[in-house]
């Protein structure tokens, strides 16, 4: 499975920016997606998980109510829609998937395809 993360961008605080995930190869298997991010200097950390029908969702606690993570199977695509951006949001985020997780995991190693991670600047 190969992922490509696209949508990042250059924003004010505030703002609104959307990213895109598409996936490509083994489609046909029922993949876990979550998006993580990385701050210069901070260790990787989770943003959002949505299960492969998209009925269940989980964020971090900092990006709850902010963000919204949603996926379209047809296009083999997942998104995460990020609304009142804040400064501290500013990351290289990437996309990541998983076949084998029963839930929704926070965890970074537990996904075993990522994407090549796209930049996201916030600024005052």
């Known amino acids: 499975v190969q992922l490509q993360a696209c949508g990042g961008g250059l924003v004010q605080a505030g703002g609104s920016l959307r990213l895109s995930c598409a996936t490509s190869?083994?489609?046909?298997?029922?993949?876990?997606m979550g998006w993580f991010r990385q701050a210069p200097g901070k260790e990787r950390e989770f943003v959002a998980a949505i299960s492969f029908g998209g009925g269940s969702t989980r964020y971090a606690d900092s990006t709850k109510g902010r963000f919204t993570i949603s996926r379209d199977n047809a296009k083999n695509t997942v998104y995460l829609q990020m609304n009142s951006l804040k400064i501290e949001d500013t990351a290289v985020y990437s996309c990541a998937s998983d076949r084998t997780l029963a839930v929704l995991s926070t965890i970074p190693r537990s996904y075993n395809y990522w994407g090549q991670g796209t930049l996201v600047t916030v600024s005052s």
């Open positions: 190869g083994r489609t046909d298997r029922r993949y876990i």
